[in-house]
């Protein structure tokens, strides 16, 4: 102690990794190149800290800790590639055996520094009345000069009910109770310097001559996202603890949100980092823990979670739209028979939304198939006995994003888990699982395998079942039409249609057909643990040896039928 009751504690880290590799294909009769490509990467991270602690105590009941510290941390990192072919002999697999001509080589150099000071006064009277307050300052070298820091209070207090004097009645059966609550801020500099500060690529060419381009279009207006929290809480105790409940509610807003704008076309730029909007989530969590038996030799502990979350858009900024929605597109709304916009980001909505194109069926016949609505995605061609029939659901008949309906969210709403641990004696056995509610998954995997997406996909067995149509006349079935034909690049569209802004992007199908509930129950572990104590091991100085064995991510229990129910991004 520098005095009684102060500390002062210092600590350094320093991490670094390096990686180096060489490739070469040595000369054969398809590739007479000899082609030799080489990669060096370095990065490295330092941090120091140093906390200023003191305790004190004033009387029998106050009782005092206040903190001080600040914190460094910079990572760096230095990654070089080069690569060349046309060495005249495999003897030397180096670059610098290419020709001089072929040799190209690159560079990049990072560094990323956040600097942090903080501080915390913590006061307890009797250890019954609880408070807490502290304050940082987080400086990130991602931001432009004038928004590089940001301030972020906390404030807590709690009271334990339990120790009070009226409470001895209530002792023997509720042996904790506990109230809390708790507000603070927490900031977030999730970017990078070129969101702030611009980034030029090379590799471009300007009438005829190397140049560079501006492919990352800077914002040095942009802060630190800054998460609001306030959180209501109790810890209660039965029976000596032998049940313990946690429950808590809380209101996070998150302002100043860290966003990808998407821009106009006309400005060369498909977005910018933006302090876009704000969101909000509430929600409860809870947490039981149960001993149902306990022995001398044999115990069992349950403890069980559940979380409930609902995120929604707060606020936007003003553009003229309803709700001040940014993205989405218009569907039909068959109960007000009227088209309304939906998706993307709205004041008031939960966000995640997807929507998608509702298969109802497949033309048995070319016949069937004659009257078929115009289909914007297959650019009108006509339809044939196996096509896909899509729900015209405004009438009209034409098949656009006007027909897509809304398939659910992709964000769970509730998830939690489940830990079993039984003891006898030295014999522990421990089962874990957790769950996840409330989400739909494209299945994109199937569609594209089953849709032989770009010429190149190793299909499933869906194409030679009994619920793909195969013949004219086939009725009833649950797939379209199997063909070696890209469904996209043959302008089939059976299995993968467009996301028209309401949809999942990129190579899902955006069809009910591969839509499903993403619920699970996940089976995390079994494991066997013994600790062995024998007084061989004592007297060769050993106190104790615990062994053990487990299988771990067994499985699922889903409904979801592709290859794993936790995706919380809209597609498989």
Do not use: C
Request: charged share 20%; glycine share 10%.
């Amino acid at each position: 102690d520098i005095i009684p009751g102060l500390t002062f504690t210092p600590a350094l880290s320093w991490f670094t990794t390096e990686g180096k590799e060489e490739y070469y294909t040595a000369y054969n009769v398809t590739n007479k190149n000899r082609n030799a490509s080489a990669k060096h990467n370095l990065d490295t991270h330092l941090q120091t800290d140093a906390l200023l602690n003191y305790e004190k105590t004033i009387g029998d009941n106050h009782h005092f800790n206040v903190l001080l510290g600040s914190s460094y941390m910079k990572d760096y990192a230095f990654d070089m590639s080069g690569s060349g072919y046309d060495a005249p002999t495999d003897y030397i697999t180096t670059l610098n055996a290419t020709a001089d001509v072929t040799q190209l080589a690159s560079t990049t150099e990072s560094n990323d520094v956040l600097m942090s000071y903080f501080g915390r006064v913590n006061y307890d009277y009797a250890k019954k009345y609880l408070f807490s307050a502290s304050v940082r300052k987080d400086g990130s070298s991602r931001f432009a000069k004038d928004h590089k820091w940001g301030v972020f209070p906390g404030v807590s207090a709690g009271w334990n009910m339990h120790m009070e004097n009226f409470w001895a009645p209530l002792k023997p059966v509720i042996s904790q109770f506990k109230l809390r609550a708790s507000w603070g801020q927490a900031g977030n500099n999730l970017l990078t310097i070129d969101d702030s500060q611009g980034e030029y690529s090379t590799g471009y060419n300007y009438l005829g001559e190397v140049g560079i381009l501006n492919t990352t279009l800077a914002n040095n207006a942009l802060v630190w996202e800054t998460t609001t929290s306030l959180d209501f809480g109790a810890d209660i105790g039965l029976w000596d603890n032998r049940i313990s409940l946690l429950l808590d509610y809380y209101n996070k807003l998150t302002s100043n949100r860290l966003f990808s704008k998407p821009l106009d076309a006309a400005t060369g730029f498909s977005s910018i980092k933006s302090n876009y909007g704000s969101i909000r989530n509430t929600g409860v969590e809870v947490e039981l823990g149960v001993t149902p038996v306990k022995t001398r030799d044999f115990s069992w502990n349950f403890s069980f979670t559940f979380a409930y979350n609902k995120g929604v858009v707060n606020k936007l900024p003003a553009n003229g739209e309803a709700k001040n929605r940014t993205g989405g597109n218009y569907v039909y709304n068959p109960k007000d028979k009227a088209y309304e916009k939906v998706g993307g980001f709205a004041e008031g909505e939960r966000f995640g939304q997807r929507w998608a194109f509702d298969m109802i069926g497949v033309y048995p016949t070319d016949a069937s198939a004659q009257d078929a609505p115009y289909d914007v995605d297959a650019a009108g061609r006509q339809k044939i006995g196996g096509d896909a029939i899509w729900k015209d659901l405004d009438g009209n008949d034409t098949i656009d994003n006007r027909d897509m309906v809304f398939m659910g969210y992709i964000h769970p709403d509730i998830q939690g888990g489940m830990v079993n641990t039984v003891t006898y004696k030295n014999l522990s056995l421990r089962v874990v699982m957790d769950y996840a509610t409330g989400f739909v998954i494209d299945n994109g995997f199937r569609a594209r395998t089953d849709g032989s997406a770009r010429n190149n996909m190793q299909t499933l067995t869906d194409v030679i079942g009994n619920d793909i149509w195969k013949k004219q006349g086939d009725e009833g079935k649950k797939y379209p039409r199997y063909t070696v034909q890209s469904d996209v690049d043959y302008n089939w569209h059976n299995y993968l249609r467009s996301a028209n802004g309401i949809g999942n992007s990129g190579y899902a199908s955006n069809s009910s057909l591969f839509y499903s509930s993403g619920n699970f129950l996940a089976f995390r572990e079994v494991s066997l643990s013994y600790h062995l104590t024998t007084e061989a091991l004592k007297k060769a100085s050993i106190q104790s040896i615990d062994l053990f064995a487990g299988v771990y991510n067994l499985g699922y229990l889903t409904k979801y039928d592709g290859l794993d129910p936790e995706i919380y991004t809209g597609a498989d």
